[in-house]
């Protein structure tokens, strides 16, 4: 039932103009609340860009179906951020973590960059592998990611390497 309930706000948060924060959401959360809306966030994600990564256009499935792929909030929950598919990013496991500690970041042209230590910095090929890809547009292009949401991501969360 909660997982509805998410899916149902989530829908309604895309046919409105987009909010990078949502306050009214209580700072203290039910844990089954809060895995029910991560629940729908990933998987209108996953719908959105058919179940493939948002960088790299790739995914690992086990042969039970199992994905390798996150759905990464592009302005995290911790930060006010809203479940909106705008907010959001379908990433394998290992580049949203990369994400989340801002060792890369989407630029305003949509594109993939690295700030400057992370490129300095040893063993991270993979990284500068995708430096310069175009974030992949998901089936329904209003939704995709956010500018706004990307410049605050850029702006507190990668500028700590810059």
């Not at 860009?49 to 256009?57: A, K, L, W």
Request: charged share 25%.
């Amino acid at each position: 039932q909660e997982i509805k309930q998410a899916e149902a706000a989530i829908a309604a948060s895309e046919t409105a103009n987009f909010e990078m924060f949502d306050r009214s959401r209580p700072r203290t959360l039910a844990v089954a609340s809060r895995k029910a809306r991560d629940v729908a966030f990933r998987k209108r994600l996953l719908t959105l860009y058919g179940q493939r990564c948002t960088v790299t256009g790739k995914s690992i499935v086990t042969p039970t179906g199992l994905l390798n792929l996150d759905a990464a909030h592009i302005i995290p929950i911790e930060s006010a951020g809203t479940d909106d598919p705008r907010n959001g990013l379908l990433l394998s496991k290992d580049l949203h973590w990369a994400f989340d500690q801002g060792l890369f970041y989407v630029g305003e042209d949509r594109k993939i960059q690295i700030p400057p230590l992370v490129k300095r910095t040893a063993d991270n090929d993979r990284l500068a592998a995708i430096c310069g890809q175009q974030l992949r547009i998901p089936s329904i292009p209003t939704l995709a990611p956010d500018k706004g949401a990307l410049k605050w991501h850029m702006d507190h969360v990668a500028s700590k390497w810059a």
